[in-house]
Structure formats: structure tokens, C-alpha cells
């Protein structure tokens, strides 16, 4: 039997960033997985409802992690924003009685079904990147990577805090290196993997964003990448989106293709172009098509 | 014995301006903090070796420095420790990040004081004091915990990552000395706080990379004081006052709207003079199919939310 989440895309996966939705969708049965929609949840606030008010940002997120209680199901993620705020929010109520009360409070009375504290938050990325996940891919067969150099790019809030996140050790992240080796990739190592991509403040502040995506753009390009693979749609949009503005506002190229996660799984796994959209991507992934012989 | 190769980062002014590295090899007892071992090399090895310190355990603040790249309180840290961490028999030791180097492990730390000193740092109670001392209850401390805890060692600050992209942001450090203070029911002066942390290069550059969360050895979580700023900057009716908060009402606004992110609105609401001047971006990114529909969506059982974001109040 497939093994079943409360799936929580994110708003960005759902609408500007929609082939990561569909990848993903399209991803689930082939690792007998079951994804049940949650069409009640809000977004997590990204971290911006908890910059204006945050305890509306607690009761909004706990308020999503009673739906999958409802559900009797875990969350499954695939946006670091994401699971950072929904983790937090659930870490915070689980270790306060308290606070838990008092937020159940506030949902009974808004007539939502309060929450008794008893399920977890994962992203795709860790469910993969662990023994079982990885025989997933395998029973999938040899396809694979054909060698594509993939720069692994985790971003921030996947890893940090580490008392929040907890899958790895923020600075000596493995987890998309096993999948990339797994799926016959590649890896092209470089520092600054696990540095900001900027995304948060690149619409306030943008040129300030631009010079932090470009270090691990650049140093991915100079550690010979074919593409960067990230398990997060804001470092997508950060790092292809903005690539362009990045290269003009550092006075430099990159021509760095960048893959969601789900997207270099079905790649290797032989998902069909057409579904995971490389066409919504501003820069072009020909060279990673070519080399994996799609 | 254990032996230890330590490989140092040397800068000497005084003979050379180029900075160069240097391995010692030290054998040591097993329990030697990373503080303990460069004091060795200095008496035992290289007496120019520069490093600040004073209190050897973890209260000054003084003795920061990255230990294989990551920033730590070198009196904080066992060698072995690190050793096994980084499964390694050398240990790089450099001088804290952002900032510029003055002698070997020695950095200038003028511009976080001066960036410690723009925020006030200190209570500025309102009308004269009483003849009694200002009681504060013990749930009102209580908020101020994590904060109160900072020793000034910029470890933060070492890492984060706005800084490497934008020098004159105000750090971790100093915002969390903000919130100390303007969280601070003694304090008289909220509003104006909540003006002057909320400026350029202030609360809405953080770009939330939770470094500082991660790094800090007082567990003063900077990041989540940056955080209780915005709050207060809310409550004090900043929240159209500059493009990162703008950036969070649009977050709020699509909330009670549709219950998910409305990403039309939060353009031109972060940034509505320079976004319809922008439009080649935007156009680019209507081909590509990144515009999402401007209708918003629209969740089931809105109205819960609608309620919670009525009721809801904010503690900050």
C-alpha cells in the first residue's frame, strides 16, 4: 500500500512555480506514494506573517498541522519555507503545553478543530534521502543521470536552525549528494551550497539579493556544473528566475540551468518532458536534456 | 598525547601586508579547548601570534573565530571535539568572517560597535523616575530571555549573510539588542525604536539565511529578535513604510483574502514605484508562465482564518 502524506505544496509550487506541483504529482506513484490534498490550508506566511504578527502566524500554522491530524497523516513538503515554518510552528506547541492550549483556543472559537499535537512535517528530500527512500528509486531501475554534473543547492531553511530542521548536519548537508550519486549523477561540490540564495529580500532589496545569489551561482559554474538541483521553489525562482538580473547586476555569466528536485528525480526516472515544463524556466535546460539523453 | 595540526591564518601588518597561513603541530592533552591551543602555540611556538581573549569561559565575548569555517567561541571549543566533527587531524582556524583583519586572529570590530551603538542600547524610560524602583513582572522578563543573553561576540554577525552582500547592514547582533530594549516595558521609547531599526540596512534586510540562529553559543536566537522588531515596526503603524514591510502586509492581505499567497499583489505592493518599470522582467516572466492568475485563490473554509486573523492578538 502506498505510503500516504497530507501533501502541502506551498503557494508558489501551486501557482508561478507550477512544474514543481505537477513533477511532483506525476513523481508520487512511481515511489508509491499517495499524495491527499489539504484544500483547507492557508499559506505558511513564508516567514513574513511571522515578521508582522507572529503569533497569527503560530495559530495559522498550527491550524494546518490539525488538518493532517485530521487526516491521521504526516505532512509532506517540498519547499524549504515551508517546512521551516510549519516544523516551527509545531516544535513550539509540542513543547508548550501552554501555548498549545492557548492556540487551541483561538481555533475552537474561529470553529477550526484544534490541534492534540501528534504529527510531523517532512520534506521530499529527507523522505528520499534515507535507506528506504533510496530502494524507492532504485526498484525504479537504471535509467539514471548518465553522469549530468549536478551542483547540489540546499538554500538555508531546510537546514537551518538545526534545532528546528534536524535531518543533517547544516554544514555538511549529504542528502542531495546521496540522491544525485543514487540517480547516477554527478556531484560538483563548492562551498557556498548551503549559503542564502536572497530570495526573501530580492523584491525589497534587490540588489542586495543579486550579490547573494551570486556566490553559489557562480561558484557552481566554476566547479563545472551541467545544472544546480534545489529542493526549494524560492531558491528556484532566486537562482533561475533572477539569474539574468544576477549576471548583469555581478557583471558576469553563469548559463547555470537550475532543476527542482523532482524534476532531476524524473529526469532520471524517465518522466516525460512535457510534465515537468522545463519551458517555465527562464533559462534554458537543453545542455542537462542532452546529457541525460531525453 | 593526541597531536593536532593547526593551520592558522597570519596577517602582520607591521612586516607584511599579505596575509599567508601557517601549520603548527601541537601535542596536547586530550581535553585543550581551541582558546587553550593557540595560547600554547603563543608561549611554546610563535610568540607574535595575535589572538583576543580575556575571560576563557564563554562570558566575554572576545575569543570568536572559525574553526574549519564555522564560527565558534574558541574558549567554547574542544579540539577534539571539532576534530571528530569534521573528521579531520587539522583544524583551520581563521578569523571571524565580515570583517576585516587587523593582526592574525584579531579583527577590527569598529563597525560592529558602531552599528551596537546606532541602536541604543540601553533603556530610556519614559518621564522621570519613580521614587520607587519600575517593577517588571516575571512573564514580562521572560520575553526578553533570549535576547538579555547576548555577550557581544559577533558570531552572528561572523556569518550572516546579508552582511557579506551588504556591509552596512546593521546585524543580528545589534537588532537583537534592539528588541531587548524595545521590548522593554520600562522602555519609553517604542515607537521610536520601531522608526529607527526598520530604516535601510535595518529589520527588512534580513534575508533570513538563520545563520545567526544557528552560530549564536548563547542560544539568543538573533533571528527570531529581527522577527519581534517587524512585530513591534506593525504595531507601531510602520507597516507600509518601506518595501519589506510592505512586502509582509502583501502576505497579510492575501491571507484574508484567499487564505494562499497572492503573488500578483505582492509585487507592486512591495515595490510600487519601480515594479511598472520593471517591465521587461515581468514580461519575461508572463512568457514563461511565472504570472500567476490575479484572481485570487480562494481556500476552503476561509472564514475560519478570516476569525483568527480578527481575534488574534499579538504579545510582542
Not at chain 1, 489539504?38 to 507572529?54: N, V
Not at chain 1, 543547492?153 to 548537508?173: A, H, I, N, T
Not at chain 2, 520575553?143 to 552582500?165: G, P, Q, T, V
Request: hydrophobic fraction near 40%; charged fraction near 25%.
Amino acid at each position: 500500500m502506498a505510503t500516504q502524506f497530507a501533501y502541502y505544496p506551498g503557494c508558489i509550487a501551486e501557482f508561478s512555480s507550477k512544474e514543481l506541483d505537477q513533477t511532483t504529482k506525476a513523481l508520487a506513484p512511481l515511489l508509491d506514494i499517495e499524495l491527499l490534498p489539504m484544500p483547507a490550508a492557508t499559506c505558511c506566511g513564508a516567514g513574513d506573517i511571522a515578521e508582522a504578527k507572529p503569533n497569527l502566524y503560530l495559530t495559522l500554522n498550527v491550524r494546518i498541522l490539525s488538518q493532517a491530524e485530521e487526516m491521521d497523516v504526516d505532512i509532506l513538503t517540498i519547499c524549504n519555507v515551508c517546512t521551516l515554518n510549519l516544523r516551527r510552528a509545531n516544535k513550539m506547541v509540542k513543547e508548550d503545553a501552554r501555548l498549545l492550549e492557548q492556540v487551541n483556543e483561538e481555533l475552537v472559537k474561529a470553529g477550526a478543530r484544534p490541534y492534540e499535537g501528534t504529527k510531523e512535517v517532512t520534506h521530499l528530500l529527507w523522505y528520499l534521502a534515507t535507506e528506504a527512500g533510496l530502494s524507492l528509486l532504485e526498484k525504479q531501475g537504471p535509467r539514471g543521470l548518465n553522469g549530468l554534473r549536478v551542483a547540489p543547492y540546499y538554500g538555508c531553511q531546510l537546514l537551518r536552525p538545526s534545532s528546528v530542521m534536524g535531518f543533517e548536519d547544516p554544514d555538511k548537508p549529504q542528502s542531495l549528494e546521496r540522491l544525485i550519486t543514487a540517480l547516477g549523477g554527478e556531484v560538483a561540490d563548492y562551498e557556498a551550497k548551503s549559503k542564502c540564495c536572497g530570495f526573501p529580500i530580492i523584491l525589497a532589496r534587490e540588489q542586495v539579493a543579486l550579490k547573494e545569489s551570486h556566490v553559489a551561482l557562480s561558484q557552481s559554474r566554476d566547479a563545472g556544473a551541467d545544472c544546480m538541483v534545489t529542493p526549494c521553489p524560492l531558491c528556484h525562482l532566486a537562482m533561475d528566475a533572477y539569474q539574468r538580473k544576477a549576471e548583469l547586476a555581478n557583471g558576469t555569466e553563469y548559463n547555470m540551468p537550475v532543476l527542482h528536485l523532482p524534476q532531476l528525480i524524473g529526469l532520471a526516472l524517465g518522466i516525460d518532458t512535457a510534465t515537468m515544463d522545463f519551458k517555465r524556466h527562464l533559462v534554458p535546460v537543453d545542455r542537462v536534456l542532452e546529457t541525460v539523453g531525453v | 598525547m593526541p597531536t593536532t595540526s593547526l593551520d592558522i591564518f597570519r596577517y602582520q601588518p607591521d612586516t607584511s601586508d599579505e596575509a599567508y597561513r601557517q601549520t603548527f603541530e601541537l601535542e596536547h592533552e586530550g581535553d585543550i579547548t581551541i582558546l587553550d591551543a593557540i595560547l600554547r602555540l603563543q608561549d611554546e611556538q610563535d610568540g607574535s601570534l595575535a589572538v583576543r581573549y580575556s575571560c576563557r569561559s564563554a562570558i566575554c565575548g572576545s575569543c570568536a573565530c572559525r574553526a574549519n569555517g564555522k564560527t565558534v567561541l574558541a574558549c567554547m571549543s574542544q579540539v577534539e571535539d571539532v576534530k571528530a566533527e569534521f573528521g579531520t587531524e587539522t583544524i583551520q582556524v581563521d578569523p571571524i568572517g565580515n570583517f576585516a583583519p587587523l593582526k592574525d586572529l584579531i579583527v577590527d570590530l569598529d563597525p560592529f560597535w558602531d552599528k551596537f551603538k546606532s541602536v541604543k542600547p540601553y533603556l530610556i524610560p519614559d518621564g522621570p523616575a519613580p521614587e520607587r524602583e519600575r517593577l517588571v513582572s516575571k512573564e514580562d522578563m521572560q520575553k526578553l530571555f533570549r535576547e538579555s543573553a547576548c555577550i557581544l561576540c559577533a558570531a552572528c554577525y561572523s556569518e550572516c549573510n546579508s552582511l557579506s552582500a551588504d556591509p552596512e547592514f546593521v546585524g543580528p547582533a545589534a537588532l537583537a539588542w534592539g528588541y531587548r530594549f524595545a521590548g522593554d516595558v520600562r522602555d519609553g521609547q517604542r515607537k521610536e525604536r520601531a522608526k529607527l531599526y526598520t530604516g535601510d540596512h535595518g529589520v527588512w534586510d534580513c534575508t533570513r539565511c538563520m545563520y545567526c540562529n544557528e552560530r549564536c553559543p548563547k542560544g539568543v536566537n538573533p533571528r527570531d529578535a529581527i522577527e519581534k522588531l517587524g512585530g513591534i515596526a506593525f504595531q507601531e503603524g510602520r507597516s507600509l513604510q518601506d518595501g519589506g514591510a510592505r512586502h509582509a502586509k502583501a502576505f497579510l492581505v492575501s491571507m484574508r483574502t484567499g487564505g494562499k499567497l497572492n503573488e500578483t499583489l505582492l509585487v507592486p505592493m512591495t515595490n510600487p514605484v519601480k515594479a511598472p518599470f520593471d517591465l521587461p522582467f515581468a514580461l519575461k516572466m508572463i512568457r514563461h508562465g511565472k504570472a500567476p492568475s490575479p484572481i485570487p485563490h480562494r481556500i476552503q473554509k476561509l472564514k475560519e482564518v478570516q476569525t483568527l486573523m480578527k481575534n488574534v492578538k499579538e504579545t510582542i
